[in-house]
DNA sequence: ACAAAAGTGTTGACCATACACCCATGC
DNA sequence: GCATGGGTGTATGGTCAACACTTTTGT
């Protein structure tokens, strides 16, 4: 016969990715932990889920209760299982993961810090094999679909799309030029007309994602790297 | 103030595919709802997380529930969580797809069929969204990781390969000469030296996926096709 | 004029596609 | 010999990486 579990805990447990484009930089944001177990750890940002609520809403809700931002991509990672031999509660841990430009973030607690992904203290509980996963998921997220348009603004600089691709991806995964003719030519970027001007140089074309031209290579095979 | 769930039910469902590269068919097993709600629906396997157990033992249980194989690919798929509105009860179903071949696959009982993807019936609960995010990620996991090389036996020949992808891809992804020598470029695959005769006809080469050589490889923008 | 940032062009190496062709076997 | 399935080769067009070059701005 079946034997239900007993008792189950529902938690959303969020991997918050910010990038710096400006200065190459990839942060996670973590938060302090004030109780036990695992008081003084730092961890990924996570909650209960209430009644009432969605999953994503949870998602969601951790993010604002954080940050303020305008432009985010969020998506389901994995759930996490844990069950710990003696007792009779199972914890289950829905991850999420999100990005999101840190020029853009407003931190709103004090208890929340972002850490370099180089420089990642201790963390509580499996948030470290999270946070990796995590990573992972970003990466190739990055590599095979459009997420970046949903990080930027609605009208960004091709620059400013190499930029946020080499802070996550690494600096040499691209020469500019070669980036630059490869987005273009799918052709799902359409040229706003406008320029922006930045003191010196050459002003900049901003571009606009197009989702209905990029609707056809949806579900194909593709490369932005 | 934080309020918990007070209901919670934990389930598993499982899309588990079944190639038969015979006959170039792909199947989804299916079983047969006894109860309310839904009775007499076709749905996804899906069982009841049990005390002590992880999420993956209970999708492993599932399917070795329904199904006796020896070769199979799994892995967990995306958490669904419903609650209804006026009800108490949150209902997650932690779904997961598994790839085994059909030739292999010996079915266990009676109220489980398989199903081809092209002639499904109406499904109980969100079972046909699973399905199809199932089956989204399997064409994605086929192109992108190799999959196919835990599906198949130890030794397998390179048409296997190309009748497994045939089949699950649709016919015309590839040439088969071009799909052999792109594979065997890659350097990963270890000529066994030993051949299989099938009757008439040249005798075929059967190879052995050699994990060591493909590690380099993992964790590259990598394209089977 | 010059520096800086944006954007274009060129080149050689590599790779995919489509297809023709050769090889080993059973009958 | 010949049908059948396994396996190799090749010509063409495209794509990629590296890097040189041009354009447009501010000072």
């Known amino acids: 016969m079946k034997k239900d579990l007993s008792d189950l805990r529902l938690g959303v447990d969020n991997v918050i990715f910010s990038v710096d484009a400006q200065f190459n930089r990839l942060f996670v944001l973590l938060v302090k932990r004030e109780q036990n177990p695992y008081k003084g750890y730092w961890g990924l940002p996570g909650t209960i889920v209430r009644k009432g609520e969605s999953l994503e809403d949870a998602a969601y809700r951790i993010l604002s209760e954080k940050i303020q ?12 299982g844990n069950q710990e031999q ?15 430009r840190y020029e853009e973030a407003k931190l709103l607690e004090q208890d929340a810090a972002w850490y370099s992904l180089k420089e990642l203290p201790e963390l509580s509980f499996n948030h470290r094999e999270i946070l990796d996963y995590g990573y992972k998921r970003l990466r190739n997220k990055l590599e095979y679909s459009p997420i970046a348009f949903e990080v930027l603004p609605e009208l960004f600089t091709l620059n ?7 802070t996550i ?3 040499n995964f691209s020469d ?3 980036f630059r003719s490869r987005l273009l030519k799918f052709g799902f970027l359409r040229d706003s007309k406008t320029k922006v001007y930045r003191g ?9 994602f197009d989702p209905d031209a990029f609707a056809p290579l949806r579900d194909y095979p593709l490369l932005f790297i």
């Open 160 to 166: 400013e799309l190499y930029q946020l691709y080499c």
């Open 69 to 80: 931002v305008n432009n985010l991509y969020l998506e389901q990672l994995y759930t996490f």
């Open 169 to 171: 991806l690494g600096e």
């Open 176 to 178: 500019y030029s070669n």
């Open 200 to 208: 010196i140089g050459r002003p900049a074309t901003l571009y606009r």
């Open 86 to 100: 003696d007792s009779q509660v199972m914890y289950l841990s829905v991850s999420h993961f999100a990005l999101l």
